[in-house]
């Protein structure tokens, strides 16, 4: 059974930072990209991030590019999601996703496995 574990969501004032941890367990991790995605209320779920299975190659969404940076520690079977400049804007509960294959994917319907969610709060 795959389990996706999210942490380290929390309420920051515009400006701040924070560093969101997804630990995955029940099949290779190294074998697959990963995303990061995220759903604000009475909206739908939103592209944040993506990376490959190696590390190297990595994608974002426009409204994110330059503030926050995806990494993975295959050794650790964690994906990051390293979050600078935050902007009310992005308040959202913040979802981590395991890919379908090893390339880097931007489509909710190319992820097999969900986590359960942080809730990213930014205050003005």
């Known amino acids: 059974q795959v389990q996706l574990v999210e942490s380290g969501g929390g309420l920051v004032q515009a400006g701040g930072s924070l560093r969101l941890s997804c630990t995955t367990s029940?099949?290779?991790?190294?074998?697959?990209?990963m995303g990061w995605f995220r759903q604000a209320p009475r909206k739908g779920r939103e592209f944040v991030a993506t990376?490959?299975?190696?590390?190297?190659?990595?994608y974002y969404a426009d409204s994110v590019k330059g503030r926050f940076t995806i990494s993975r520690d295959n050794g650790k079977n964690t994906v990051y999601l390293q979050m600078n400049s935050l902007k009310p804007e992005d308040t959202s509960v913040y979802y981590c996703?395991?890919?379908?294959?090893?390339?880097?994917?931007?489509?909710?319907?190319?992820?097999?496995?969900w986590g359960q969610g942080t809730q990213v709060t930014v205050s003005s």
């Open positions: 996703a395991a890919g379908r294959n090893r390339d880097l994917e931007s489509r909710t319907m190319m992820y097999d496995y």
């Open positions: 029940g099949r290779t991790f190294s074998n697959y990209a």
């Open positions: 990376i490959n299975w190696s590390g190297a190659n990595t």
